[in-house]
């Protein structure tokens, strides 16, 4: 399985799923600006937690609190009254770009609420600042598994668990804070779902593209009244564009979402081109131009200082009516190498796992591919740790959340390992699965 950044985009989307848009993966060490744990509002020094209500999902019996910890991070904390010992401390998914909230993670507690009804208690960070910053974000989350520690002493068992854009986070947690001073595990196992697991300059190439694409077929973003900028800013620093005013002008451009009898003709055949060319399903198309647009304002204006880490100057987009046109046409850029090094400094892995490791990702994920999955096992076998990783998937469509049942089989998977050192297999999880849900909630597939 090819890497997202580097496979032509066509049958699915650019995330990897077969596409026919190419990128380049350059990876050197630098460091993205990263905030001093001094940064933000402080609380005291001793932080004490206040209780909150809980979502109602995570049942009854368990009580939920809300601290916010020296660095400015909120942090939500669920302990149930029939606790097994075992804690998981969850990185979220994102990133978000606005500032922390007191009750942002208690949507992250909402998705993974099993995983309380099962009996463990949980730690989410806000992280202490919106926007990109994986090293940031990875030692705001180690420092939650610090304070839940102080607070209520070391359970018998702490987990790591990642998703999404978070799964990038809680790996690079577990490559910098996964061992103590001694030498002995923090975390005595990791769960990836649905992770960008193939890093930061890889993971994004592909909207770049998009923007590309999007730019040369649709004309209007920017458009001829906007200031002029290269698409792979994102908008220029300062820009105030809202998502109403994005889709309006996705709409303009594509009619997508509009019924066939209202849609013109030249926006059929705009969406048609567009889609053919990146590979993404139609509602799909606004959610990663999101992506495009306001992340890449905060990484490349904020993070980055104005500088771009992202290159087409030798891809070759095919899947349009006229692509020798598109790719005579398309609005081309090169990498910045100091951007690219300061990218992959923060966020890129080395696959240097200490503990057992498990990833789960849905086949169809419309978010983040599941060829990340590919990278990341190249990643650590190139490290020498593949017996330390098990990577499993299911069939599922869904990115931000998946079947309790997929949630539950593998963190039974990950403990079973933990505590008698047998590797599982990935051919049993479908198995594993239905001997306790029903045959519907379980959708593993065999290893591919």
């Known amino acids: 399985m090819s890497s997202p950044d580097v496979s032509p985009v066509g049958r699915r989307s650019p995330f990897g799923w077969g596409r026919r848009l190419a990128g380049v993966a350059l990876a050197v060490g630098l460091t993205l600006g990263c905030a001093p744990v001094v940064a933000g509002p402080h609380p ?10 809980c979502p109602q999902s995570v049942g009854a019996g368990v009580t939920c609190l809300s601290v916010r910890d020296e ?3 909120w942090l939500i904390i669920a302990r149930p009254d029939d606790w097994n010992g075992h804690l998981i401390v969850h990185a979220h998914g994102g990133p978000r770009l606005g500032e922390p909230e007191q009750g942002d993670s208690l949507e992250d507690l909402d998705r993974f609420s099993a995983m309380v009804r099962e009996g463990y208690a949980w730690i989410g960070s806000s992280y202490r600042r919106g926007g990109y910053g994986v090293r940031s974000a990875a030692e705001d989350v180690d420092r939650s598994r610090a304070l839940y520690w102080s607070l209520y002493g070391r359970p018998e068992r702490t987990l790591l668990h990642g998703q999404s ?11 910098l804070y996964g061992t103590d001073e001694t030498g002995a595990l923090t975390y ?24 590309a694409v999007y730019q040369y077929i649709c004309g209007n973003h920017p458009a001829a009244t906007d200031p002029r900028y290269p698409v792979w800013q994102g908008l220029p620093a300062g820009a105030r564009m809202t998502r109403a005013e994005l889709r309006r002008r996705v709409v303009d451009c594509t009619g997508i979402g509009l019924s066939g009898r209202d849609r ?20 799909e198309l606004i959610a990663h131009l999101n992506w495009a647009t306001f992340t890449f304002q905060d990484l490349v204006q904020v993070r980055l200082g104005g500088r771009n ?10 899947g349009s009516s006229d692509d020798a046109a598109l790719n005579a046409g398309v609005e081309r850029f090169t990498a910045d190498p100091e951007a690219v090094a300061m990218l992959a400094h923060d966020a890129d892995l080395t696959g240097q796992i200490v503990a057992p490791t498990l ?9 983040v591919s599941y060829a990340a999955e590919a990278v990341y096992s190249g990643t650590v076998a190139a490290a020498g740790r593949s017996d330390l990783l098990v990577q499993v998937a299911t069939d599922e469509d869904q990115h931000s959340k998946l079947e309790d049942a997929s949630y539950l089989t593998v ?18 999880f479908q198995r594993a699965c239905r001997d306790r849900f029903s045959a519907r909630a379980c959708r593993f597939v065999p290893p591919r």
């Open 44 to 53: 005291a020094q001793d932080p004490q937690p206040t209780p909150i209500d």
């Open 71 to 73: 660095a400015g991070a």
């Open 165 to 175: 854009w978070g799964g990038n986070v809680a790996a690079k947690t577990a490559e």
């Open 188 to 211: 005595d196992g990791v769960l990836l779902t649905n992770g960008v697991l193939n890093g930061g300059t890889r993971a994004y190439q592909f909207r770049a593209d998009l923007r």
């Open 264 to 283: 013109t003709a030249q926006q059929s055949r705009r969406k048609r081109e567009l889609l053919a060319i990146t590979g993404l399903e139609e509602d």
């Open 309 to 318: 880490p992202f290159d087409n100057s030798r891809t070759v987009y095919s």
């Open 359 to 367: 990833t789960l990702h849905a086949l169809h994920d419309p978010t």
């Open 411 to 428: 963190l039974a998977a990950l403990e079973h390992w933990i505590g008698t050192g047998r590797r599982p297999d990935p051919a049993g």
